[in-house]
């Protein structure tokens, strides 16, 4: 079995910072992507940004530049340092890990942690 936990997160003010952090753990072999997704109220879970194989990042347009994603493959964790946040950045942040497991790709989801951000 796999695990996935989330710290981090909780209330910040708009321009502040937060940070969230994730580990997986259990029966793992190999990760090949790990990431943040958000879903707010109403709106469809989507995409924050991932570490995708041997590095490569992807970041949706509307946090670029102001989170960083950074991943630690001894680890097997991955965290988000979020700047310059904003109250549209308010939702339930979700860690992704997708690992490799005879050759299948196989997709785990932490429980979710809150981020609000106050005008």
């Known amino acids: 079995q796999v695990q996935v936990v989330e710290s981090g997160g909780g209330l910040a003010q708009a321009g502040g910072s937060l940070r969230l952090s994730c580990a997986a753990s259990?029966?793992?072999?190999?990760?090949?992507?790990m990431g943040w997704y958000r879903q707010a109220p109403g709106k469809q879970r989507e995409l924050v940004a991932r570490?995708?194989?041997?590095?490569?990042?992807n970041y949706a347009d509307s946090v670029k530049d102001r989170f960083t994603i950074s991943r630690d493959n001894a680890k097997n964790t991955v965290s988000l340092q979020m700047n310059s946040l904003k109250p549209e950045d308010t939702a339930v942040y979700y860690c992704?890990?997708?690992?490799?497991?005879?050759?299948?790709?196989?997709?785990?989801w932490g429980q979710g942690t809150q981020v609000t951000v106050s005008s």
């Open positions: 570490v995708i194989g041997g590095g490569n990042t």
């Open positions: 259990g029966s793992i072999s190999s990760i090949n992507t």
């Open positions: 992704n890990a997708v690992l490799v497991r005879a050759g299948s790709l196989y997709g785990y």
